[in-house]
T-cell receptor, first 116, second 115 residues
Framework: AQTVTQSQPEMSVQEAETVTLSCTYD???????LFWYKQPPSRQMILVIR??????QNATENRFSVNFQKAAKSFSLKISDSQLGDAAMYFC?????????????FGKGTKLTVNP | DGGITQSPKYLFRKEGQNVTLSCEQN?????MYWYRQDPGQGLRLIYY???????QKGDIAEGYSVSREKKESFPLTVTSAQKNPTAFYLC??????????????FGDGTRLSIL
């Protein structure tokens, strides 16, 4: 079964600085998708970024980027120029290729605190 | 605006009582999902449905039941057999069978507590 591990239960960063959240996963599949979701205190799950395993290029969305290392099964999230609004729980999630299984498997999350 | 609506926002259950959580979407998505979130835990899949009148058990289906009579609706019933129902419940939907790996969209959640 696929598993997702986030080894950092909590992280903190100073406003305007950069922080990297770690995620590793275990799968025997070759094609799959990886996601980072943000859950602010409002509890709504918000998609931050998505990566297709068959793409070697790391995904980027404004201040958010990933370091995807397929061989190492690693998918870290880098947040640049951190803002107070970035404070939230961040969840890494894995999904096998559609048509095989649509289920998302989540890590336990990393709580990010942004200090002013 | 399209989205997913979960109701109620807060729900209280008495011992031995069944309660139903509502989830409605107007995104025209085929697939819908129910997750449970406990403190310090990630989301765990309860049930999912990829098409009307069909659904599959997730990782923690015991004590829960669902129905999918309409594309837009996927209600979750927490039965009296679920001995520890206190949790935050999230409903999600996605375009199914898409080759582009479309993400799941989430509702705002329902907080269920035991009286």
């Amino acid at each position: 079964a696929q598993t997702v591990t986030q080894s950092q239960p909590e992280m903190s960063v100073q406003e305007a600085e950069t922080v990297t959240l770690s995620c590793t996963y275990d799968t025997s599949e070759s094609d799959y998708y990886l996601f980072w979701y943000k859950q602010p205190p409002s509890r709504q799950m918000i998609l931050v970024i998505r990566q297709e395993a068959y793409k070697q290029q790391n995904a980027t969305e404004n201040r958010f980027s990933v370091n995807f290392q397929k061989a190492a099964k690693s998918f870290s999230l880098k947040i640049s120029d951190s803002q107070l609004g970035d404070a939230a729980m961040y969840f890494c999630a894995y999904r096998a290729e559609p048509g095989v299984a649509e289920k998302l498997v989540f890590g336990k999350g990393t709580k990010l605190t942004v200090n002013p | 605006d399209g989205g997913i609506t979960q109701s109620p926002k807060y729900l209280f259950r008495k011992e031995g009582q069944n309660v139903t959580l509502s989830c409605e979407q107007n995104l025209n998505h085929d697939a819908m999902y129910w997750y449970r979130q406990d403190p310090g835990q990630g989301l765990r899949l309860i049930y999912y449905s990829q098409i009307v009148n069909d659904f599959q058990k997730g990782d923690i289906a015991e004590g829960y039941s669902v129905s999918r009579e309409k594309k837009e609706s996927f209600p979750l019933t927490v039965t009296s057999a679920q001995k520890n129902p206190t949790a935050f419940y999230l409903c999600a939907s996605s375009i199914s069978q898409s080759p582009s790996g479309q993400p799941q969209h989430f509702g705002d959640g329902t907080r269920l507590s035991i009286l």
